[in-house]
Nanobody
C-alpha cells in the first residue's frame, strides 16, 4: 500500500501561482511513477502531468504545458506540482496518483490521494 497526502491548494487570483505537494508513505516511493490529475465540478478526472521514477522524464497535458512543472524528491518521498499563470479554468480538485506503469488514464494508477482544492478567481 502507498498512502498519498496532498497539500498546498487554496484560493488564488488569475495569473498567480501555487505549489502543490504530495507526500507518500508506505512502499518505496521511488518504485512508482507519479502523476497529477484534476477534476472540476461536473467533469471527468483529467490528466495533468506525469513524472518517471527518477524524475528525469515528464509529460504534460496540453492545457498546462509551459505553465505547470512536475518534480519529485525521492529522498523526501514527495512529488510537487508548481503551477504558474493560473487561469479560472484550472479550478478543480487536484489529485496525486502512483503507478508502476506510464500512462494518462486514471485506471492505470494504483493509489490516489484525497485531493486538494484549487480555486482560481478572475
Amino acid at each position: 500500500q502507498v498512502q498519498l497526502d496532498e497539500s498546498g491548494g487554496g484560493p488564488v487570483q488569475a495569473g498567480g501561482s501555487l505549489r502543490l505537494s504530495c507526500a507518500a508513505s508506505g512502499r518505496t516511493f521511488s518504485n512508482y511513477r507519479m502523476a497529477w490529475f484534476r477534476q472540476a465540478p461536473g467533469k471527468e478526472r483529467e490528466f495533468v502531468a506525469h513524472i518517471d521514477r527518477e524524475g528525469s522524464i515528464t509529460y504534460y497535458a496540453g492545457s498546462v504545458k509551459g505553465r505547470f512543472t512536475i518534480s519529485r524528491d525521492n529522498a523526501k518521498s514527495t512529488v510537487y506540482l508548481q503551477m504558474n499563470g493560473l487561469k479560472p479554468e484550472d479550478t478543480a480538485i487536484y489529485f496525486c496518483a502512483a503507478s508502476r506503469t506510464v500512462g494518462w488514464t486514471p485506471s492505470i494508477y494504483d493509489y490516489w490521494g484525497q485531493g486538494t482544492q484549487v480555486t482560481v478567481s478572475s
